[in-house]
């Protein structure tokens, strides 16, 4: 059973919240503040954290901050404000995807079951065979182990992140929309196109010399990213994981 811990100081949100996610067949805890919410994740690490981004004492960005700081835990943000630079800030400090007060709960279930198949993995791609390492210049990904590395440092990626990256190096020299990608990458039929921009941006910032003249993801104007592997490197490659054993 997935452990999810709900933090939000409005107790009517957090027992309609619980209630649905019980339903639904996951384990959840509640807490009401963020020290609370930090604390009980040191302890007992949760599946999936849902995180109100207005919180006592310390907000949900700073939760955020704090708890990806030890390691890849899956984040969904709750946030009462319809701006989007609220959306964008929780995704730069790491949130997987957010939901919009007032939400439907049926929603929110949906888009935690979303993030958590994407954490344990999807069926195969069959651009690769299971088990199959991706390379592209100095850049490798393991699907399976869900672990990347560039120049042979580990990449510290968000699941959004590790999942565009993978779609990128299954896909090289393919022009892909943002459209495309959400619904490839997030599985989503429609939603804020912002949510891809931040994270291609996000995904740059580890991966690319000089992010700010990216050479391995190119904006296509018009359409949309392109994944240029390396010309010394070819195409991006796949090697069976037990060759790298």
């Known amino acids: 059973m997935k452990r999810v811990l709900v933090v939000d100081d409005d107790p009517t949100v957090s027992e309609v919240v619980s209630g649905y996610l019980d339903r639904a067949g996951f384990a959840v805890e509640v807490a009401a503040d963020g020290p609370a919410a930090v604390a009980r ?14 919180l006592p004492g310390m907000d949900g960005l700073e939760v955020c901050r704090l708890l990806r700081e030890r390691g890849p835990l ?23 995807d957010y939901v919009t007060k007032p939400f439907s709960p049926r929603e929110l279930v949906l888009r935690v079951h979303s993030v958590l198949r994407r954490t344990g993995g999807g069926a195969p791609d069959p651009a690769g065979p299971p088990g199959a390492r991706l390379r592209a210049g ?54 804020d196109l912002s949510t891809v921009t ?12 000089d992010p700010a003249h990216p050479s391995l993801i190119s904006t296509v104007w018009g359409v949309g990213y392109r994944f240029d592997a390396p010309a010394t490197d070819g195409p991006a490659r796949t090697t069976e994981a037990a060759d790298d054993a």
């Open 74 to 96: 899956p984040v969904i943000m709750l946030t009462a404000r319809g701006d989007e630079e609220d959306r964008i800030l929780g995704l730069e400090v790491g949130a997987d």
């Open 41 to 54: 994740a040191a302890a007992r690490p949760p599946d999936l954290v849902v995180l109100d981004l207005m």
């Open 138 to 191: 100095p850049l490798a990904l393991d699907p399976h182990a869900r672990r990347a590395t560039r120049y042979g440092a580990e990449l510290r990626l968000t699941i959004r992140e590790f999942d565009l990256l993978e779609y990128f190096l299954r896909h090289p020299g393919r022009a892909t929309s943002r459209e495309e990608l959400m619904h490839e990458v997030w599985g989503w039929e429609f939603g």
């Open 198 to 209: 931040v994270h291609v941006r996000r995904l740059r910032e580890k991966i690319e010399d």
